[in-house]
C-alpha cells in the first residue's frame, strides 16, 4: 500500500488563500475539469499564460479513468511544469462531487488539496452529518472542503439529476454553522452538462437567480460561493461538432455575461468541464474530417489541446476576471 501523500509535497496550495483573494478582487478562480494530459497540458499553460490562479478538478470517475497514482503524479508534473517556466500561479487539485466520506479520504490521502463532498442527494440532517464528518478529516490535513446545497439539473460523469431544486437561503447559515465548511455550491439555475437548458428558436435562456444568490449573500457575509454547471457551452465549438459528422442539437449554456456577473459577487469558484469537452471534439472531429488518413494522436490531440488553452485564456480574461492576478 503507498504512503499517504500530503499536497504540499506536490506543490499545490489549498482554496482558503485564493478564495480570500477572489473575494477582494471580485472575481471567481476557473475550476477546470480535466481527463488526461492534453487537458491538463492546455489548463495549465492557459491559466500561466493569462496569470490566473487555477484549480484543477477531478471527478471520480476522472480518478477511475486516469488511475488514482498516475494523477498524483500528473499533478505533481503539471505544477513543476510551470514552475520551470518562472511562474507563481497557485494551483490546486480538487475532488469534484465526491459522493462518500471514503472516497473523499483517499482522495486527501492521495495528495489533494481540497474536496467536495455532495450530499445534496440526502435529507438536510443527513447532508450535513456527512459533510460535518469530511470536514472533521480534511482540516486534520489543512484541505478546504466544499459542500452542496441544492441540486442541479443535467448530467455530467456520475451526476444525473432530472430536475433542480434551487438551494433555500433560509438553511444556509444552520448548514454552515454546524459543518464547518469552507464554501458552498449552490443552485441558481445553473446546470451540468453541455444541454444546460431547453430553449426554442428565437427564445432567450432563463437567467439565473440572482435574487437567491443575493440573500445568501446576505446571511452569508464574505463566505465563499461556489457555482457548479457554468459552461456556456461556446456555440462556435458546437457549430463544428455538427459540421464535421456530430449531433449535438440543441446545446445550450449559461451565457457569459451572466457568469461575469456572478463573479462579481460572492461566487469566486466556477465550474468549467463541458467547454473543455466541446472543444476538444470539435478540433478532433475537424482534424479527422481534413486529413481521413491521419492516425497520429500527436496530430489531432495537439491542435485540440491548443485550441482549448485559447479558451481558458479567454474565460479567464472575459468571463472570471482572474486574469492577471499573480
Not at 501523500?5 to 477582494?24: C, D, I, Q, S, Y
Not at 440532517?125 to 484541505?143: C, F, G, P, R, S
Not at 447559515?173 to 443552485?187: K, N, P, Q, Y
Amino acid at each position: 500500500m503507498a504512503a499517504n501523500t500530503h499536497f504540499t509535497e506536490l506543490g499545490l496550495v489549498n482554496t482558503r488563500e485564493m478564495f480570500k483573494k477572489a473575494m477582494e478582487g471580485q472575481y471567481a478562480i476557473p475550476a477546470y475539469n480535466f481527463n488526461n494530459m492534453e487537458q491538463l497540458q492546455a489548463i495549465m499553460m492557459g491559466c500561466m499564460e493569462s496569470h490566473s490562479p487555477v484549480i484543477l478538478q477531478v471527478s471520480s470517475g476522472a480518478r477511475k479513468y486516469a488511475n488514482q497514482t498516475l494523477l498524483k503524479h500528473m499533478a505533481r508534473g503539471a505544477v513543476e511544469m510551470v514552475r520551470e517556466l518562472g511562474s507563481k500561479i497557485p494551483i490546486s487539485l480538487h475532488l469534484d462531487h465526491g459522493d462518500t466520506f471514503e472516497l473523499c479520504k483517499s482522495c486527501i490521502e492521495s495528495g489533494f488539496s481540497s474536496v467536495m463532498i455532495d450530499g445534496s442527494a440526502h435529507s438536510f440532517n443527513d447532508n450535513i452529518e456527512l459533510t460535518k464528518k469530511v470536514v472533521e478529516y480534511a482540516h486534520q490535513h489543512d484541505v478546504t472542503v466544499e459542500g452542496e446545497l441544492g441540486v442541479l439539473a443535467g448530467i455530467e460523469d456520475e451526476v444525473s439529476h432530472e430536475k433542480s431544486h434551487y438551494t433555500q437561503p433560509n438553511e444556509v447559515e444552520e448548514f454552515v454553522g454546524r459543518t464547518g465548511v469552507d464554501s458552498l455550491a449552490i443552485s441558481i439555475g445553473t446546470s451540468h452538462g453541455a444541454y444546460k437548458f431547453k430553449v426554442k428558436p428565437g427564445e432567450s435562456v432563463p437567467p439565473l437567480r440572482f435574487d437567491i444568490l443575493e440573500e445568501i449573500e446576505r446571511r452569508l457575509p464574505g463566505f465563499p460561493i461556489v457555482l457548479h454547471g457554468a459552461s456556456s457551452v461556446v456555440q462556435e465549438y458546437v457549430a463544428i461538432i455538427n459540421q464535421y459528422g456530430g449531433k449535438m442539437e440543441g446545446a445550450v449554456g449559461v451565457p457569459e455575461e451572466q457568469l461575469r456577473r456572478a463573479a462579481r459577487s460572492a461566487v469566486c469558484k466556477i465550474n468549467i468541464d463541458s467547454d473543455g469537452r466541446l472543444v476538444m471534439t470539435a478540433i478532433i472531429r475537424k482534424a479527422f474530417h481534413d486529413d481521413p488518413k491521419n492516425f497520429d494522436p500527436r496530430k489531432y490531440l495537439g491542435p485540440a489541446r491548443d485550441e482549448l488553452k485559447k479558451l481558458i485564456i479567454a474565460k479567464n480574461t472575459n468571463v472570471l476576471g482572474s486574469a492577471n492576478r499573480y
